[in-house]
């Protein structure tokens, strides 16, 4: 039953890629700018937004569109406005996983997986992620059932950005973490690990949108015993489907690990966000895996909230 209904989202999930890309291709194909949200001539030009600091807050008049890291495995390539506070997060992430080499069993549960997020220039800010309430459970043919709950590893990284945080139709930015280890073993492994993350974001015709993003990482191995490179490449195509408010995306996640045990562990990601207020959005998807190392699926439900 797992597997039919694995194969279910799938399809689903196939069909919606299938319909944004008979609705790009067309649209690919027009000719004018790209950019639906151009000023027109003669509208005054953006304000000077670079002398806004951490301890002198950009106005509220003068906030760039809401943006969250999420969503998805994607990351948004714009910062927090300077001096502003920014909380994204699951309320809940569940993943299964039993389409294993090895035949293990796994379930595990977050809640309240936070991320703290506050602007320090027009261009930087400082993120710490910490995962408030997690539980796992691994089932083995060999092993008794292992259980586990508690506080998850804390995470501390910062974003910056390029260009295109208050004007264009492209922005590119770069996210960094650094894990500390502070979850209980089976959990966590113990160990800090890194990453880096460098999203580019670009307007295209008929009120799409894509982000483009590799990313590296320095993880432990399986076997917890040194270090290796984790690969990903990552692509995410959303638009507006009711008015601007809510937002259809599809996204591929490609992870390339460098311990051969472990295997590609690729997802394809369908997901909706909902901008309740301009400062408010909820959201909810799924990550499906497509080989045997990615867990079988992974639904989350999220909040976003700038203040």
Known sequence: MQTRLQTSILCV???????????????????????????????DPKPDKSSYTLFNPTPNTQLRLFSTDRPGKTHSSLTVDAGHFQLEGDFWNYTWDSWTKDGTKTRFNSFLNMN????????????????????????????????????????????VNFFGNDEGDQSLGAIGFAKIPTAPLGLGNGKPEYTLNVPFTTVLPQEFSLTVEPAVGLLRNKQNTGYQGDYQFLVNLNRPILGKEVI????????????????????????????????????????????????????????????
């Open 116 to 159: 703290y997020k506050l602007g320090l220039t027009n261009w930087a800010e400082l993120n710490i992620i910490f995962p408030t309430y997690n539980k796992i459970q691994i089932k083995t043919s060999t092993q008794p059932t292992t259980r586990v709950r508690g506080v998850g590893d804390l995470f501390i990284g910062g974003k």
């Open 248 to 307: 259809a995306a599809l996204e591929l996640a490609l992870d390339f690990p460098d311990d051969r045990p472990i295997g590609a562990r690729h997802t394809l990601d369908p997901s909706l966000q909902w901008l309740i207020t301009p400062n408010l959005q909820l959201d909810l998807g799924i990550y499906i895996g497509l080989t045997k190392a990615a867990p079988d699926w992974n639904p989350y439900v999220g909040i976003s909230f700038r203040y």
């Open 13 to 43: 999930s196939i069909s919606i890629a299938t319909c944004v890309l008979t609705a790009v291709t067309p649209a690919l194909s027009q000719t004018g700018s790209a950019d639906s949200s151009a000023e027109p001539a003669g509208t």
